[in-house]
């Protein structure tokens, strides 16, 4: 038994010793049992502590190190024991080549999962779940763009390249392309603004300048709305953060101000008694509530009162079916009472001789 422990330990196989692969054997073994049993740990005393927590982020570090395939923990434990053998510079390359890519490849996925964790509940806060994963799902397109740039760079430095003077050459190249697509650019960054920002949402009830309509999409480029005369309006996600938008979703209730004129002949108890007429019978619609009600001003043919009236409604057709309402009780109070709206009228005096 001796002399075969002997002739393993005295075995030279490509300038390694018998003593030289078990010693590497052996810290192979234990760094992969200390991971692993190190990753069983943490996820066990994450789960203890996220059960008495409220909030979501230690949730969010078990999936990171839940994601964190075997592999991983399989090459950071051979790249630790090939330094204890003497190994030819090509494999001594290729492994810790291979030791870069699992560490960027692994610390890329972290970094998306906690970013996209991150936007979706910075996002989550003033929008649905729905809209929340469709901007997630947008942004998230530009955060592996940049992860995998950065990751392919750190890459390329320790596999020798110099990087600053393709860096420089990238940045020269990146400046002639931004100016190319500038307004490209625009838009895009726009649509990021639009995304985070929240100012309208798909669905939303919005008026651009003089365009209304309903948001229907909410692209990278542009943002489509559909008028009310049912065409599609397409508009440039630049434009929409240069203007003034206007959010009718956003409502929670309407104002209706409008003028009543009166004749001149009106005496003045009916006048005083218009105020009153105009308050009992918007006391009768559940959402509506008279601001105020004043005889204003004296016009050219007619004493005007100015009615200012909130309805609590969101929908413009319930808004006017209410409206309407009030209107027709007006117009019959008006007649019971002998109040008579003015309309233009001239008089023309005839001097005789």
């Not at 490209?184 to 939303?204: R, Y």
């Amino acid at each position: 038994m001796e002399d075969i422990i002997n002739k393993i330990l005295s075995f030279n196989f490509y300038g390694n010793s018998g003593k030289d692969y078990l010693l590497a054997l052996a810290v192979f073994a234990i760094c992969l049992l200390i991971l692993l049993i190190v990753k069983k740990v943490i996820l066990a005393r994450l789960h203890k502590i996220a059960k008495r927590t409220k909030n979501n982020y230690d949730d969010t570090l078990i999936g990171i190190i839940f994601k964190i395939k075997s592999f991983f923990y399989l090459v950071i434990s051979l790249y630790l024991a090939s330094n204890f053998l003497n190994l030819s510079n090509f494999l001594s390359k290729a492994i810790y080549l291979l030791f870069i890519l699992v560490i960027v490849y692994e610390g890329i996925k972290a970094s998306s999962y906690l970013l996209k964790v991150l936007a979706y509940k910075a996002i989550k806060r003033n929008d649905d779940d729905s809209q929340a994963q469709s901007t997630v799902k947008t942004l998230n397109v530009f955060i592996q763009i940049i992860l995998w740039s950065l990751g392919l760079l750190l890459i390329l430095a320790n596999m020798g390249v110099n990087i600053t003077s393709l860096i420089a050459g990238l940045g020269i190249g990146g400046i002639a392309v931004a100016l190319a697509l500038q307004n490209i650019l625009a838009d895009i960054f726009s649509s990021f603004s639009i995304l985070i920002d929240k100012p309208f949402k798909v669905g939303d009830f919005i008026k651009v300048s003089a365009d209304m309509g309903t948001v229907e999409k909410i692209g990278i480029k542009t943002t489509h709305l559909r008028t009310l005369d049912g065409q599609l309006l397409i508009i440039s996600n630049q434009e929409l953060t240069k203007a003034r938008v206007e959010n009718f979703q956003k409502l929670h209730r309407r104002r209706a101000l409008f003028n009543l004129g009166i004749i001149y002949e009106t005496s003045r108890t009916q006048l005083e008694s218009i105020p009153k007429i105009i308050a009992s019978i918007v006391d009768k619609q559940e959402k509506a509530n008279l601001d105020r009600c004043h005889f204003k001003s004296y016009g050219d043919f007619s004493l005007n009162f100015e009615v200012s009236i909130f309805i609590d409604v969101k929908s413009y057709n319930d808004f006017l079916d209410i409206l309407e309402k009030i209107n027709l009780d007006i117009f019959s109070q008006f007649n019971k009472q002998g109040i008579s709206f003015a309309y233009p009228t001239q008089l023309h005096y005839q001097k005789t001789a």
